[in-house]
């Protein structure tokens, strides 16, 4: 009865360990994934920065920005356009 | 020495001795009880809301305002997170940090000191929408009582070009204009929340399966094409300030599709920024109606040549451009005794039209309009849009049945008159525009004959392409145009005034139509009020960019500076 009583004390002993140690990994996990999930919205915000800028740096308005006060691009007139024809 | 004779004896107490301690012990215990019951029962909820400050945390989850696309997948409307930073006024925080924060948000840092060491308590922001990179600076800076509270912002990378379509959404999020307004359930989904369990590093180790998740809002993607919308932005901006006008309007259909390119209005206002004059946020192009004057013509004229009432090769009488109509005249600005149906087009002849038109009667013209979409909304889904007015032809008088033909008694918006132009492109099936992608095409009914249709076309053309033709400043070197002009006197609170609302609406290439469009320009001051001289110019300037950029074949010999190639490699020895 003794030797019993032992062996179940000590399978207490074991599963109680077992238990704290599997919630301490379940919430290390859970912690884990969390923030995974996190870097996950910041890496979409990110894009979805990166394509606004994208947007904007080729944007209509910068590009004739640029092309007028930067470059000093002006539309050609007719006499200065030569238009090929393939025979 | 004293005996013991049992264990007892030595511990044995006096019975008044083992009462006071069995006493003791008694209040000791139910000192404890009570405490203990205090703790759970009374005090219960205040207790646990405490610990649970410590080891709960509600989360909010957030749901992305769906994007708006134009019909090359390039943004029109985005939300990116920034930050609406404030401070708690009952911390006090060292100057030298204020600083700064002040420098880091580019704000007066006496301000700043000033309004930190005020005496008031509370919470007040400083600044609203600073941008993640400066929030992680600031958030370093370890200022008590600072507050950081992340919102989405909407952009909008077109700016003025656009705003009309996509609207704008106030500082909640909440779309008030535009598309913003029209899809505002569509686009910003449903906020999710989640109640977690954090440890003493404040890291979440736990949720307690009471959480809902977000819904993004959905995309939208539109027809729109954000390079012709700039483009036609522009030309209007210019010739809007070239004759000191009020306002311009512009529109873009796909011929076969219906698509709407473009839809654009000069003035405009910048949706990214607050908007300081209201008059600029009207999308004019459906919410302003007008008199569409001469470009009503062609289709009187088609309708009435369908319905075999005028042959196409008949001479008209014109009078010498003056027709009595019950108490009024109708005036023509070319005047000519007779003209060709061709004529009356090309040299756009109210008197011609008027005699065509009345040939048909009220019933069969009003038909036909209410066929073409006039005096009812297209329904394209953009808040605003009006129907216009056309009258049922029971209480047309004598003089509006004459004038109808030629655009005045009636009127319409722009969307209206782009719209009921789509049967010269696609051989006389009407084709409703639309907004979105995913919707299918709406093929109308046949309106008119194919023949009428192309007849029709080639008039407009001639309107262009023909010396004396009142739109000859719509001509695009390589493609040949079909068009129309439009003059009409605005009515100010139901009398004619002497101002003008100058209109083209124009088919190109005319072979085989891809694009027509439709200019407004209300107002026009300074050297010109005519629909050709002032309009005309924005459709070409937009149109040839149109052709270029979809890649359009020339419809027309290129007579001038042409160079005619033979293969690639003489051509870059040429060159």
Excluded: C
Aim: charged letters at 30%.
């Amino acid at each position: 009865m003794m030797k019993l009583n032992l062996i179940l004390f000590l399978a207490l002993i074991i599963f109680s360990l077992l238990k704290v140690n599997t919630e301490h990994l379940y919430r290390k996990n859970y912690s884990a994934l969390d923030s995974e999930q996190k870097k996950e919205i910041e890496l979409r915000e990110e894009k979805t920065k990166l394509e606004l800028e994208d947007s904007d740096q080729s944007g209509n308005n910068r590009i004739e920005e640029f092309a007028k006060n930067k470059l000093n691009m002006i539309e050609p007139v007719k006499k200065n356009t030569i238009i090929l024809e393939n025979k | 020495m004293k005996q013991f004779n049992h264990q007892s004896d030595i511990f044995e107490l006096s019975k008044i001795r083992r009462r006071v301690v069995l006493a003791g012990l008694l209040i000791l215990f139910i000192s404890l009880f009570s405490r203990a019951l205090y703790l759970q029962q009374i005090k219960k909820e205040f207790l646990q809301s405490k610990g649970n400050n410590f080891s709960i945390r509600n989360e909010i989850l957030h749901s992305y305002r769906g994007k708006i696309y134009d019909r090359n997948n390039k943004l029109l409307a985005v939300s990116s997170p920034t930050f609406d930073v404030g401070i708690n006024l009952s911390f006090k925080n060292d100057d030298k940090n204020i600083r700064v924060l002040a420098e880091l948000l580019e704000i007066d840092s006496s301000q700043l000191i000033k309004k930190v060491n005020s005496k008031s308590k509370g919470f007040s922001y400083i600044k609203r929408s600073v941008s993640p990179e400066k929030a992680k600076k600031i958030s370093s800076l370890g200022l008590k009582g600072l507050s950081m509270e992340k919102k989405y912002r909407r952009f909008y990378p077109n700016r003025e070009s656009a705003a009309h379509i996509i609207g704008k959404t106030d500082l909640d999020g909440i779309g008030n204009e535009g598309l913003e307004k029209q899809w505002d359930s569509f686009l910003k989904g449903e906020m999710g929340h989640k109640k977690v369990l954090v440890d003493g590093g404040k890291r979440i180790i736990d949720d307690l399966q009471d959480f809902k998740l977000p819904k993004d809002g959905s995309d939208i993607h539109t027809t729109i094409d954000g390079r012709l919308q700039h483009s036609a932005y522009e030309a209007l901006k210019k010739y809007v300030q070239r004759y000191d006008a009020d306002a311009g309007s512009a529109i873009m259909i796909d011929a076969k599709t219906g698509d709407i390119l473009l839809m654009t209005n000069y003035p405009s206002y910048n949706p990214n920024s607050s908007i300081k004059n209201l008059e600029t946020m009207r999308n004019r192009v459906v919410t302003d109606t007008f008199e569409p004057g001469s470009t009503m013509k062609p289709l009187s004229i088609a309708y009435a040549m369908d319905s075999k009432k005028v042959k196409e090769n008949e001479i008209i009488q014109t009078n010498n451009g003056l027709l009595k109509v019950g108490r009024s005249f109708i005036r023509d600005d070319h005047p000519h005794d007779e003209m060709t149906l061709k004529e009356v087009v090309k040299y756009s002849s109210n008197v011609g039209a008027a005699q065509i038109g009345v040939r048909l009667s009220p019933k069969e013209l009003w038909g036909f309009y209410d066929k073409v979409g006039f005096g009812k909304k297209i329904n394209i889904g953009i808040p605003g849009e009006v129907g216009g007015r056309l009258r049922n032809y029971a209480s047309w008088r004598e003089s509006e049945h004459a004038r109808m033909p030629f655009g005045y008694g009636m009127s319409i918006n722009l969307l209206q008159l782009a719209s009921a132009y789509s049967v010269f492109a696609n051989d006389g099936i009407h084709i409703t525009p639309k907004l979105y992608l995913n919707k299918k095409p709406e093929i109308g009914d046949k309106i008119l004959t194919p023949k009428t249709s192309n007849t029709m076309k080639n008039f407009m053309v001639s309107v262009v392409e023909e010396d004396g033709g009142t739109g000859f400043k719509a001509r695009i070197p390589g493609y040949t145009v079909a068009g129309k002009t439009g003059t009409a006197r605005k009515v100010v609170e139901g009398n004619y005034v002497k101002e003008y609302v100058a209109s083209f609406v124009g088919i190109a290439p005319s072979k085989n139509p891809k694009f027509i469009m439709a200019v407004m320009i209300d107002n026009p001051r300074v050297d010109s009020y005519y629909g050709g001289t002032v309009a005309g110019p924005v459709f070409k300037d937009t149109m040839k960019d149109a052709l270029k950029l979809y890649d359009i074949p020339h419809d027309k010999d290129i007579k001038e500076n042409l160079l005619e190639i033979t293969n690639n490699n003489t051509d870059n020895e040429k060159l």
